[in-house]
Structures are given as C-alpha cells and as structure tokens.
C-alpha cells in the first residue's frame, strides 16, 4: 500500500503555489527536483466501490497555499522505491515568526516542529504504511531558525517497534550546504513514534 500511495503522489507532483516562499530559482529546490521526485502530500478517501483512493492535500495546515499564508512552505521530495529516506525543502516567512514586526525575531518553535511532525509522517506513508498518525514525538532546536532562509529537511526510518503497526522515524532540519569541515550543520532535530491505523479494526485501509 505504501508503494501505491508513493506512486500516486508522485504522478500528483506539486502544484504551482502562487504564493510560495521560495524565490526563482532557488538553489536547493533545483538541486532536490534533479535527483529526486517531487510531491504534495495526499490523504485516502472512501471510493465508491467500497474501496479508498490517495487524494492530493491542496490545502492544509502545513500543505499548500493556506500553509504559506501563515508562514510554512514545506516541499517533500522522494526516491522512488524502498529507500527509508525523505527529503524536503523548507521555508518560513514572517507570518511564523515569534513576533510580526519585532526586529531580529526567529521563527517559533511551534513551527519548527509542525514542519518536524509533517516531514517524518510522510516519510513513513511514502515508505512503510500510507496512512500514518503521530503518537510520541521529541524535539531539539539547536539553532535559531529565521525567515525567508532555505533549509534541507532529512527523515529516515529507523526501527520497527511492532511488525506493521509501529515505527521511528529520525527527522532534522539542516542548512543546505555542510560547514567548512564537510559537516552537517543541524538546526533542529526530532525522533517521532508512528502508528499504522489500518491495524485498528474497522479503518479498512489495507
């Protein structure tokens, strides 16, 4: 099923968002969108037939133009296939930032995290269930974020806690070139608990 709803997003790809965050151009996007494939996420709804289908999420809390209208453009970008990896772009405008208007205020942490607890749930629907929720998750904000900056987002799955029903997923928020050493500079971090409805009875998902 993870397979079927990688395949759907990626035929969706991600729509022109007029009221995006990133500029023209923008270095990291161009890089993601030549080694990987581009997608917005989707829900699955109820079909007709008794069966459900993955419907693209044009809008939402951290999805689409509402997203950026209150400071958040997430982009998510995949590998094909069963690597346990996703990728994203991420960029906040002033709309997310602690105080509007308040020189040099960074953006909050409530939406560092949102981004957070949106980039590892898709990493875990695009790679092991396609309908995934959030039970535990923990954070760390190494740095200050700012607005109208770029930032890579990396999640990777990292441990089954129970066959098909609970997993871990690592996330990070990075700057999009590595230090002058080579190494990563991380902005903020996360470890999220998923858990797979479809293992409820009743939800009908798989």
């Not at 996703?86 to 960029?91: H, I, S």
């Not at 629907?125 to 900056?149: D, M, S, W, Y």
């Not at 999640?155 to 029903?165: I, P, R």
Request: charged share 20%.
């Amino acid at each position: 099923a993870a397979m079927r709803y990688q395949r759907s997003v990626i035929a969706y790809g991600i729509p022109d968002l007029q009221d995006g965050l990133f500029p023209p151009n923008d270095p990291l996007l161009r890089r993601l969108a030549s080694q990987y494939k581009p997608y917005t996420k989707a829900l699955a709804v109820p079909t007709v037939d008794g069966g459900f289908a993955f419907q693209q999420v044009p809008s939402g809390w951290v999805s689409g133009s509402s997203a950026c209208g209150h400071g958040i453009d997430l982009r998510f970008f995949v590998q094909e296939g069963n690597e346990p990896k996703l990728l994203g772009a991420l960029r906040f405008s002033d709309g997310a930032v602690i105080g509007k208007g308040f020189p040099g205020t960074s953006v909050h942490g409530g939406a560092v995290e949102t981004a957070l607890d949106e980039a590892t749930a898709e990493c875990c629907k695009c790679k092991l269930f396609p309908v995934a929720i959030t039970v535990k998750i923990e954070f760390k904000i190494a740095r200050r974020v700012l607005p109208q900056t770029t930032y890579l987002v990396e999640c990777e799955l990292t441990k089954w806690l129970s066959a098909n029903l609970k997993c871990e997923v690592t996330g990070r928020i990075l700057e999009p070139e590595p230090d002058a050493r080579g190494k990563d500079v991380l902005i903020a971090s996360c470890l999220a608990t998923m858990a797979n409805p479809a293992q409820i009875p009743g939800q009908g998902y798989d």
